[in-house]
């Protein structure tokens, strides 16, 4: 229970109605998601991943291009 309380206070995982349904599994896309939350948290020495941020890192790739 420990590690499900702290990857729903980080927002690592997408968890609906705040209810963690382990006997569900999780898709290849739900896993990746995963990984780069804690990637995004790690690298940016944060609290908690900021749905913001994934949008900010989004545009930085586009204007790359």
Do not use: H
């Not at 690592?12 to 995963?34: C, F, Q, S």
């Amino acid at each position: 229970a420990g590690y499900a309380y702290l990857a729903n206070k980080k927002n690592i995982l997408e968890i609906a109605d705040n209810l963690l349904r382990p006997t569900t599994g999780m898709t290849r896309a739900e896993v990746a998601e995963t990984i780069y939350r804690m990637k995004m948290i790690e690298k940016n020495g944060l609290k908690q991943f900021i749905n913001e941020l994934s949008l900010f890192e989004k545009e930085l790739g586009e204007r790359k291009r």
